[in-house]
């Protein structure tokens, strides 16, 4: 006996590409740096909040390619003489991403005390009702 995937049940057509988005996301990257939160704001609304101490706005690039919110930190190599007997906070670079769903668009994103928040919100999808004329064979 077979087993049917998800992207090959009868009944589920055109769910291919939910079976690669699942192992793309599987793929990614579970490490733990930044942290970060997600939560959910309102019934379509969520937020990201990504743990950024010690990078400033220009340090951060957001963007989002083919569905996935992708945040990059990379910091300038300094040029001060500091000498630290203890570093503690991380300088190191990172790129975070979030495999986002159809209709989940990026709104605003906020800086505030060394937390960067990503705001996103779904689309609500309009009911449409598309009647298909049935004609006659030959």
Same mark, same amino acid.
């Given at each position: ?9 009868? %009944? @589920?057509? #055109? ?8 192992? !793309?996301?599987?793929?990614? /990257? &579970? ?10 704001? +309102?019934? &379509?609304?969520? *937020?990201?909040?990504?743990? =950024?101490?010690? %990078?400033?706005? $220009? ?6 390619? &083919? !569905?996935?919110?992708?945040? @990059?930190? !990379?910091? /300038?190599?300094?040029? #001060?003489?500091? =000498?630290?007997?203890?570093? $503690?906070?991380?300088? *190191? ?6 495999? @986002? ?5 990026? $709104? ?5 005390? $060394? @937390? ?5 919100? *779904?689309?609500?999808?309009?009911? =449409? ?8 064979? +030959?």
């Amino acid at each position: 006996m077979s087993k049917l995937t998800l992207g090959t049940h009868p %009944f @589920l057509l #055109g769910f291919d590409q939910l079976e690669r988005l699942v192992e !793309r996301t599987a793929k990614t /990257g &579970n490490e733990g740096y930044p942290p970060y939160n997600i939560e959910q704001t +309102s019934d &379509n609304s969520y *937020r990201i909040t990504l743990a =950024v101490a010690g %990078f400033a706005e $220009g340090d951060l690039t957001i963007t989002v390619e &083919n !569905r996935q919110l992708v945040i @990059l930190g !990379r910091q /300038g190599e300094e040029t #001060g003489e500091r =000498v630290y007997l203890h570093r $503690g906070i991380a300088a *190191r670079q990172f790129q975070r991403t979030f495999v @986002l769903a159809d209709g989940v668009d990026v $709104g605003a994103a906020i800086m505030e005390h $060394g @937390l960067l928040h990503i705001d996103l919100k *779904r689309a609500l999808p309009e009911t =449409v009702i598309q009647k298909i004329e049935i004609k006659k064979g +030959s």
